[in-house]
């Protein structure tokens, strides 16, 4: 089987923020009644802990986002992924679920800078509403970036993590490269 690779083959662009390709990481996507009890103890059972409305529970590498009210995003490492599909269907047994996995479906990128630059980046993009109060660390918003669609979320102050289509991810490091070119800040937040 040939090995996985991402669709950047580690690309990074700097500017006033710096757009990195994150690597291989695993991602699942569970699709249940995330309101249906035997379906929450099922996912805590396998070890996954469901975020609430709009959050991500852990990180990249290990947590979840929450996607929408049916839909989560279990993150772990690439390499662990088939195993996790495995527990987890093993977990929900015969709850009503769809459990795939889709990592080398996605592209992911880190987003770094200083101050409130990569929310600037971001902002210039996305119809989110990006500033401090209202998207702070913890949560996850399912957007657009320009035309393409994306999930992104902030992992401390100056970096978000950022996840598109594989088949988008050129276009995505372009339009981030471009917004991101010094000179170009809009200084708004």
């Known amino acids: 089987m040939p090995e996985s690779v ?14 990195n390709d994150a690597g291989l990481a695993g991602m699942i996507l ?16 396998a070890g996954i802990e469901p ?4 959050e991500l529970a852990g990180e990249l590498g290990n947590g979840a986002l929450w996607m929408s009210p049916d839909e989560l995003m279990i993150l ?27 990592s080398d479906a996605r592209a992911v990128f880190r987003l770094s800078g ?4 990569v929310r600037e ?5 996305s119809p989110a509403d990006l500033r401090q ?14 035309q393409v669609p994306a999930a992104f979320w902030f992992a401390g102050d100056d970096e978000a993590v950022l996840i598109c289509f594989r088949s988008v991810a050129g276009y995505v490091l372009d339009l981030l490269s471009k917004v ?10």
């Open 114 to 117: 200083e101050g409130p630059a």
């Open 6 to 19: 991402t669709p950047l083959d580690g690309a990074v662009c700097s500017g006033f923020v710096t757009i």
């Open 76 to 102: 772990c490492a690439h390499d662990e992924a088939e195993a996790t599909v495995a527990t987890l269907k093993e977990a929900l047994g015969g709850l009503h679920a769809l459990v795939a996995n889709v």
């Open 133 to 146: 109060n209202s998207f702070p660390p913890g949560r996850v918003r399912r957007t657009r970036l320009a």
């Open 180 to 189: 991101a070119t010094p000179g170009s800040e809009v200084g708004h937040f």
């Open 121 to 125: 980046v971001l902002a210039k993009l």
């Open 30 to 45: 569970l699709r249940a009644d995330l309101d249906d009890t035997d379906v929450v103890s099922a996912l805590k059972g």
């Open 51 to 54: 975020p609430g409305t709009g």
